[in-house]
């Protein structure tokens, strides 16, 4: 809650000034919302009265205070929308002082909680599927880095590792194995905050995974609904690399908010990436964008980026394709060194994170626009629970 007192007399003196020359109606519920309707949000170019994301005015002497509801912890505009909406009320005559909260949904959805109270899905708000359409391309990377760059977002994360016959996020997180159930649940291991589950979690030592597809689908499925989630924002689903069975049956089982697609830039992933993104188009999954993975490597020194794997493969799909190139990720040796430790990406200070960062306010941002073009993505879960 941010709190602005003590307001500089000047700062006052300019605001009156302002208030005089424009002659803004005096205070009331009213005036507070029509200043509200000049706040609008930049990606679904509404304004945040018309998106019913305001929820309370009250009104105490000279005092405003508002509570404003985001579509998720990880908006990030956020702290640029609660600037607009102080600054939109302190426009109006008689205010001294503004107090904007923000707020994010529940994801918690009580009846359906009781009906389905063996379903750890309950109160999952994103289902992401995590793909490629190649194995190597850095999937697996992209999908713990994204949960972590989420996690660091105040949101709830989880991840689910569905790549069934090569799962790394074990090894990418040092998560242990589950040891509790609450009720039919089991309850996933965290690591910074996140959840996760992968097949490795339950099989012995280095046994390979020798599973059917139809058994490996089984699986994720108990991945989804088995596991004692908890009220989450986002969970990622790292999908196996490929178009094949699998991945269809859980697009089909997963009622997935969307997908992030991981690429390369040569044209051999390329051409696999394709088949995804036809893949999910085809079962009416929503694409969120494509990342680009191991774009160009800056060596020490010179400071000049190296495009290893060819340059502009990521950007020309993505115009081809009709669908957001959400930001390109360098190779960075350290990142080699944090997969296989299973430290946070930063924690050496590199300077990767700025890619991650912005490549995953970017998936926030087009998932919120999916979403609210398709109503709430949590509809989609009644629909999967008939
Ligand atoms: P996939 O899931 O697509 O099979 P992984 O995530 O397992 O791929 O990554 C394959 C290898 O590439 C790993 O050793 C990982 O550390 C490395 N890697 C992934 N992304 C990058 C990157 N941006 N820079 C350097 N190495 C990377």
Not at 59 to 85: D, F, H, M, W
Not at 332 to 340: H, L, M, N, R, T
């Amino acid at each position: 809650m941010s709190i602005i007192k003590g307001i500089s007399d000047k700062i006052r003196g300019k605001r009156q000034g302002h208030k005089d020359k424009t002659q803004l109606n005096s205070l009331s519920e009213a005036t507070v919302y029509e200043a509200l309707k000049s706040v609008v949000d930049p990606d679904l170019h509404k304004d945040i009265v018309s998106l019913g994301f305001v929820k309370k005015v009250e009104i105490n002497g000279s005092i405003v205070n508002v509570t404003v509801q985001l579509t998720t912890p990880a908006c990030p505009v956020k702290e640029e929308l609660k600037k607009q909406c102080e600054d939109s009320i302190l426009k109006i005559r008689g205010v001294n002082e503004v107090n904007v909260t923000l707020t994010f949904p529940s994801s918690s959805r009580p009846a359906q909680a009781a009906e389905k109270k063996n379903n750890g899905l309950v109160q999952v708000k994103n289902i992401i599927a995590v793909a490629s359409g190649k194995g190597g391309v850095g999937k697996s990377t992209t999908a713990m880095n994204l949960a972590r760059s989420l996690a660091r977002t105040s949101a709830k994360v989880g991840v689910i590792d569905a790549d069934i016959y090569g799962p790394s996020i074990p090894t990418l997180s040092q998560a242990g194995k589950p040891t509790q159930m609450d009720g039919e649940l089991v309850i996933p291991p965290e690591v910074d905050g996140i959840k996760l589950i992968s097949v490795s979690m339950f099989s012995q030592g280095d046994k390979a995974h020798i599973l059917r597809g139809p058994m490996a689908a089984n699986l994720v499925k108990q991945f989804l609904s088995g596991v004692a989630w908890g009220e989450l924002d986002y969970l990622l689903i790292d999908y196996p690399p490929g178009t094949g069975d699998i991945q269809l049956t859980i697009s089909q089982i997963a009622s997935l908010a969307g997908a992030v697609i991981v690429t390369t830039p040569q044209e051999l992933a390329l051409a696999d990436v394709k088949k995804a993104i036809s893949m999910f188009t085809t079962m009416k999954v929503p694409i969120i964008g494509i990342i680009e993975n191991m774009s160009y490597f800056i060596c020490d020194g010179c400071e000049k980026k190296h495009y290893i794997f060819k340059t502009g493969g990521g950007k020309k799909l993505a115009k081809n394709s009709g669908l957001p190139l959400l930001g390109e990720i360098p190779i960075e040796p350290y990142i080699v060194k944090a997969s296989d430790e299973g430290l946070d990406f930063d924690s050496e200070g590199s300077k990767l994170p700025e890619s991650y960062k912005q490549v995953t306010d970017r998936v926030v941002r087009e998932l919120a626009i999916l979403n609210s073009n398709q109503g709430l993505g949590l509809n989609s879960f009644s629909l999967a629970w008939k």
